[in-house]
């Protein structure tokens, strides 16, 4: 960790010339042509069932990758980010149409200094660097949580990329930042109860429908699946309302090794399960496929 090293004085100019060593640009997978195989895979998945409407996704993981190389946390956070690039674009390729990436909880804003800051910077940096490709993807970008908490230079670079990817119609790519399940709905209760004191609602027009209206997440559908990456099974205080009737899916693999081929094998074991919502299912013989680490 780098500011055991370090410490908080010294931790954030190694921290960027770190960040400066490694390049933001997308020569990985994610810039090359799509191969004939991953494309087999993909249409695999169409054919085989239900591809989600709206995958969220807790990104675990960075910092015991970056430990497990030997490096320090920031590294793991830049690894990070490349499998933000290849996850949205193969999103993008089945047709999912939501994608909630669990980017910063409010409770992050209590680890150090040093490594806030280096975040932040991760964050500009990969604004700067990816917006343009969004927008030629026709991918939406948009964002949740307490945004008056990011820096300034943060919020501005995250405004401007909302602007310009505002009309884009084939996914929306929604950054969870300074958010919490919690806060979510704190914000939720207190809308509605303006709006009470105003005299626009009754109490007992309050329903579970009135809630969802009131949450950041109120224009787009709960979502169907949650992948959570590094084998830890909790929801982290996310999506906390939203999450009721998700299927969840939990692996061992740390974010920064999470690929399109981690995603399709999300996606098979979701399609492996039959949805309920509480409801009785017809007597047929299904394939059940139990939360299970992978």
């Known amino acids: ?3 055991c090293k370090f410490g908080t004085r010294q931790a954030l100019p190694f921290v960027n010339e770190l960040l ?41 993981g960075n910092g015991r990758w970056a430990k497990s190389r030997g490096s320090v946390r920031i590294a793991g956070h830049k690894a990070g980010v490349d ?32 490594e ?25 970008l948009t964002s949740i949580g307490d945004r008056d908490r990011l820096p300034p230079t943060c919020r501005r670079e995250l405004e401007e990329a ?9 996914m929306e790519l929604c950054l ?17 109860s303006q709006k009470v004191k105003d005299g626009e609602l009754c109490p007992e027009e309050i329903t579970n429908d009135v809630i969802t209206d009131h949450l950041a997440t109120a224009h787009i559908p709960d ?27 939990v692996t061992k693999t740390y974010w920064p090794d999470f690929r399109r081929d981690e995603l399709y094998k999300a996606l098979e074991c979701f399609q492996n399960r039959e949805r309920r919502f509480g409801k009785v299912s017809p007597p047929l013989e299904l394939e059940e496929s139990p939360l299970v680490i992978r």
């Open 116 to 140: 806030i800051s280096a975040l932040m910077k991760l964050l500009v940096q990969s604004l700067r660097s990816e917006t343009r490709k969004l927008h030629e993807n026709e991918i939406k």
């Open 223 to 249: 979502p169907d699946l949650i992948i959570r990456t590094s084998g830890e099974f909790r929801l982290s205080n996310f999506l906390l309302w939203q999450s009721a009737y998700s299927e969840l899916y």
């Open 176 to 192: 969870a930042l300074s958010y919490s399940g919690r806060w979510d709905i704190c914000q939720a209760v207190s809308r509605i």
């Open 162 to 170: 909302i602007s310009l990817t505002a009309e884009n119609k084939t």
């Open 20 to 60: 400066n060593d490694f390049s933001l640009n997308t020569e990985e997978r994610t810039s090359q042509q799509q191969t004939a195989e991953d494309k087999k895979k993909q249409e695999f998945l169409q054919n085989r069932g239900e591809i989600p409407r709206h995958i969220a996704v807790i990104m675990d």
């Open 83 to 114: 499998s933000v690039k290849d996850i949205v674009e193969a999103c993008g390729q089945l047709g999912v149409r939501h994608l909630t990436l669990y980017a910063f909880s409010t409770e992050n804003w209590g680890r150090p200094k040093g």
């Open 1 to 3: 960790m780098i500011l």
